[in-house]
């Protein structure tokens, strides 16, 4: 069985960090990516990184989030800084091929 499982989020303050973290078991992919949607918006590309490392970023967080992966623990990362308010959303990962999905994890930029 397939399962991607997203951690870390949480209430951070703007100009804040967060560093979430997805965990996939049963499967290694090739591409995996974090998405996110925040309420009444279409979910929306954030990174993407390949199994050798390669990364691209969507303009919406380029510059204030790293994308990273330990192929050893099947996981993958995301470096989140300077956060926005805008920034609050679901924050996703989804791993290729095949289009696996994680639950989601809730970040809230706030004060």
């Known amino acids: 069985q397939v399962q991607l499982v997203e951690s870390g989020g949480g209430l951070v303050q703007p100009g804040g960090s967060l560093r979430l973290s997805c965990v996939v078991s049963?499967?290694?992919?090739?591409?995996m990516s974090w998405y996110r949607q925040a309420p009444g918006k279409q979910r929306e590309l954030v990174a993407t990184i390949t199994n050798s490392g390669r990364t691209n970023y969507a303009d919406s967080m380029e510059g204030r989030v790293t994308i990273s992966r330990d192929n050893a623990k099947n996981t993958i990362y995301l470096q989140m800084n300077l956060l926005k308010p805008e920034d609050a959303a679901v924050y996703y990962c989804r791993g290729f091929p095949g289009d696996y999905w994680g639950q989601g994890t809730q970040v809230t930029v706030s004060t």
């Open positions: 049963g499967r290694i992919f090739a591409i």
